[in-house]
């Protein structure tokens, strides 16, 4: 095998080993706000767990992302040519009926919430690491120092497109239920969109509109509100 494609395939399965663990760890937030707020199902469950495996579905986290991902870098490139992907949903029951609205939307914005503190963390660790290599504390070779960089940038990005996909108001995503507090959307409605998302989503995905998906465009304003801040606060910890 020629060097380029081990490189991508090394590129591929670090984008794949990313996808997993931001995948399960928006799983888990889900299910901790859920055990929080006095939700016992997740629990007995098994879902209140940093365990990834608790959080994969194995068609939604390994079979459609690892084919998304490693079949292009064994094709000659460097990067998918599109990426979805999801966890095992975690199913709640919403026992306090008083508070009800407002802990199926705590509950829904902790997935979310989950992927923007690990950008933040990613961007932080990678910073602080940068800085203390650059001040010879970490003797390592340039190329190494590159990676990790890339690595703590790699992760930021991930996060937040998760993030931003997941607040697309469609079924079954976390938006959805927002939309449908929100909107005080009838049963009716919601399940018609519930059927139809799949079709909606597949073209928000895929079809191109100035140069990239209607997906990407609905996550720029994500990817400015936070990407362009946690960058800036990466080079400022970093000491770039």
Same mark, same amino acid.
């Given at each position: ?6 490189? =991508? ?7 794949? !080993?990313? +996808? ?6 928006? %799983?888990?937030?889900?299910?901790? &706000? ?7 199902? @997740? ?26 991902? +490693? +079949?292009?870098? #064994?094709?000659?490139? *460097? ?11 975690? !199913? !709640? ?11 199926? !939307?705590?509950?829904?914005? *902790? ?5 923007? $503190? ?16 650059? *001040?010879?504390?970490?003797? $390592? @070779?340039? %190329? ?5 960089? =890339? ?14 996909? =997941? ?14 507090? &929100?909107?005080?959307?009838?049963? %009716? ?6 059927? =139809? ?6 073209? +928000? ?12 465009? #609905?996550?720029?304003?994500? $990817? #400015? ?7 800036? $606060? ?7």
């Amino acid at each position: 095998m020629d060097p380029a494609t081990l490189e =991508n395939l090394r590129q591929a399965l670090l984008l794949f !080993i990313v +996808l997993l663990l931001s995948i399960s760890l928006h %799983e888990y937030g889900h299910a901790k &706000a859920a055990d929080l707020l006095g939700d016992p199902l @997740p629990r007995a469950q098994g879902r209140v767990t940093l365990n990834p495996v608790a959080h994969w579905d194995l068609l939604g986290t390994i079979i459609i992302p690892a084919a998304m991902i +490693l +079949l292009p870098a #064994l094709m000659g490139s *460097a990067l998918p040519f599109a990426l979805i992907g999801w966890g095992k949903p975690v !199913i !709640i029951s919403l026992p306090n009926r008083k508070t009800r609205v407002r802990d199926d !939307i705590l509950i829904t914005l *902790a997935g979310p919430g989950m992927n923007l $503190l690990i950008a933040v963390f990613a961007v932080v660790a990678g910073g602080l690491f940068f800085r203390f290599a650059n *001040a010879g504390h970490v003797p $390592l @070779p340039d %190329e190494t120092l590159q990676r990790i960089a =890339n690595f703590a940038q790699l992760s930021m990005s991930m996060n937040l497109f998760l993030l931003a996909f =997941n607040l697309v108001p469609l079924p079954p995503l976390d938006g959805s239920h927002i939309l449908r507090h &929100a909107a005080r959307m009838k049963d %009716e409605t919601y399940h018609w969109l519930a059927r =139809n998302s799949l079709w909606i989503m597949l073209i +928000l995905i895929n079809i191109p509109v100035g140069g990239r998906s209607l997906m990407g465009w #609905l996550a720029t304003p994500f $990817l #400015l509100v936070f990407g362009v801040p946690l960058g800036v $606060l990466f080079d400022f910890i970093a000491g770039v």
